[in-house]
């Protein structure tokens, strides 16, 4: 049962433009969501991140957009750069005091220069 | 270097072995969190603990897997009796007290290969 869903498995941009990188999810429990990046033989660097009680979150070059009723969440990266290529993972909390993560399977970016 | 460490980063152990995986959680973090994830997957949720203290096994085996994190030192995982299917990158996470956010920082991981 895959309560996280990242049906792309991977996306590839050119250097510059957008890459927007999406996720679904299916337990309305859910009401924190997290976007990690991770590249080969590292752990997952925490990206950023968004409240059930907004829509928008932005830090940087990074957006999270979410749409609650459609239970759809997407990363917005603006302009792509090089070292944006890694495989990025959605997750998702339910906050009854167990702040476990439910991760998607990963959606590999690639950046072409 | 005040990041969640993890030790070994690499361990091969052969069927029927113990694999015993270390977790230091970041300064000032009391909750460790592991994950496992298999190749081609996602991180998949095993336990969560506090200081002494199982707060949440729900995604551990029911079998052969035990985690502990004592008053002092690392947070250990053990896996009694490897298997050729517990090869996979165990990750340890640590996070602040509850109720700071559900962000949680992670380590390097720990590749076990079971031969």
């Known amino acids: 049962d895959q309560q996280v869903k990242q049906n792309s498995p991977s996306l590839s941009v050119q250097e510059g433009r957008i890459s927007i990188l999406n996720c679904d999810y299916t337990?309305?429990?859910?009401?924190?969501f997290l976007w990690y990046k991770k590249y080969p033989a590292e752990g997952p660097t925490f990206l950023i991140s968004?409240?059930?009680?907004?829509d928008k979150n932005e830090d940087g070059r990074f957006t999270v957009f979410l749409n609650k009723s459609a239970k759809h969440l997407s990363l917005h990266i603006v302009p792509s750069q090089p070292g944006d290529s890694a495989v990025y993972f959605c997750a998702a909390s339910a906050s009854f005091g167990n702040e476990k993560l439910t991760f998607g399977t990963g959606t590999r970016l690639t950046i072409i220069p | 270097n005040a990041g969640v460490m993890q030790n070994p980063r690499h361990l091969v152990r052969r069927r029927g072995q113990e694999a015993r995986l270390r977790c230091s959680p970041m300064k000032g973090h009391s909750h460790v969190y592991w994950y496992r994830q298999l190749p081609e997957e996602g991180l998949k949720f095993m336990v969560y603990l506090q200081k002494e203290n199982i707060i949440d096994e729900s995604g551990m085996p029911k079998e052969r897997f035990s985690a502990e994190f004592p008053k002092e030192g690392p947070s250990i995982l053990r896996i009694q009796q490897v298997v050729r299917g517990d090869s996979a990158a165990y990750f340890c996470?640590?996070?602040?007290?509850?109720?700071?956010?559900?962000?949680?920082?992670f380590g390097p991981g720990t590749r076990l290969t079971v031969t």
């Open positions: 996470a640590s996070s602040p007290l509850p109720g700071q956010g559900p962000e949680q920082y």
């Open positions: 337990n309305s429990m859910f009401d924190y």
């Open positions: 968004i409240s059930s009680i907004k």
